[in-house]
């Protein structure tokens, strides 16, 4: 991983080599650098376009949405005597707790839009097809974790509009046919609505929907890495109407996994 060339003043080698000294270290110990270049830097089919960054985009709201939830978390008391309040106090009295507030609570919608923008441009491309339909099944579930989490950030903010918009999803959620009863019983933890429910709906928002989530994006990209990005329809290759180019020795074959073979193929996957 060190640099040296000829045409580099001495002087630039060194602090090059002692730059990258750190990633050296932790290269020789661990692959780590190694496994990040595999995971960033690979052949995309040529006429990848905008449409394909919603994905990478959805994963950037996420991100934000997990910064900025575990800041609210240092001051938010999931307690019904206490959650307005202390509510109020990010918003009014904590340094930009307005602006951390406003970035998760805006950037809940901005996440399930991307989310829905990204299924379309998957949906659109046929991307969902053979051999990336279990990438579909896992991003199904993303989308109802990702919901699931509106749901239950929505009741936090404790004030008669969360209290009541988490009413009306109980009830629904109660006329499911067969499981709706349980999920509504076990959503609100007691006879009504109360503390039971705040406490559940926290843990849920904050521990596990998220950490669920997480698991299935790091599953989700794994897939998306292992057999690449489609190209759109009216791509000619797509059509079949361009050879694709075998894998070459210096790929190490991964370029089959950019192109995956038809089922039979020559490759035969
Ligand atoms: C947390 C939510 C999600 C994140 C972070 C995410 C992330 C990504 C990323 C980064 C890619 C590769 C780049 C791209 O195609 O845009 C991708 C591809 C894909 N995603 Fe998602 N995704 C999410 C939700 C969904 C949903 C809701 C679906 C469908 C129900 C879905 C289905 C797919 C499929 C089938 C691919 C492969 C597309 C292809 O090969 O061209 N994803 N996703």
């Known amino acids: 991983m060190a640099v040296s060339s000829s045409r580099k003043s001495p002087r630039r ?14 290269e020789e110990r661990s692959g780590l650098v190694g ?6 830097f690979r052949k995309v089919p040529r006429d ?16 934000v949405q997990a910064i900025t939830g575990v800041i609210l978390a240092f001051y938010y008391k999931p307690d019904p005597d206490k959650a307005y309040e202390s509510i109020q106090i990010i918003t009014n009295e904590l340094t930009l707790g307005w602006l951390v507030r406003g970035m998760h609570r805006w950037g809940a919608s901005v996440f399930i839009i991307l989310m829905f923008l990204h299924m ?22 993303l989308l109802a974790l990702g919901m699931g989490e509106g749901f239950t950030g929505y009741l936090l903010p404790w004030d008669q509009t969360a209290y ?4 009306v999803g109980i009830n629904i959620n109660g006329t499911a046919p067969f499981l709706g009863p349980f999920i509504a019983q076990f959503l609100q933890g007691g006879a009504s609505i ?7 709906f926290y843990s849920l928002h904050m521990l596990v929907l ?3 989530i997480g698991g299935l994006i790091g599953l989700h990209l794994y897939l998306v890495m ?20 075998p894998a070459t020795p210096s790929s190490n074959g991964r370029s089959g996994l950019v192109h995956p073979s038809r089922r039979g193929g020559p490759n035969g996957e």
């Open 120 to 141: 379309a441009r998957v949906f659109l491309f046929g991307a969902y097809k053979y051999p990336r339909e279990l990438n579909w099944i896992i991003g199904v579930l």
């Open 194 to 200: 109360g503390a039971d429910t705040l406490s559940k």
């Open 210 to 212: 998220p950490g669920a």
């Open 48 to 63: 990848t376009s905008w449409a394909q960054t919603l994905g990478s985009a959805t994963l950037t709201a996420f991100l």
């Open 35 to 40: 496994g990040l270049k595999y995971f960033l």
């Open 164 to 167: 009541w918009a988490t009413v």
């Open 226 to 245: 292992r057999l690449g990005v489609t190209s759109p329809p009216w791509s000619p290759e797509a059509a079949g109407r361009e050879r694709v180019e």
């Open 13 to 26: 080698a060194q602090v090059e080599a002692a730059a990258l000294y750190p990633l050296d270290w932790l």
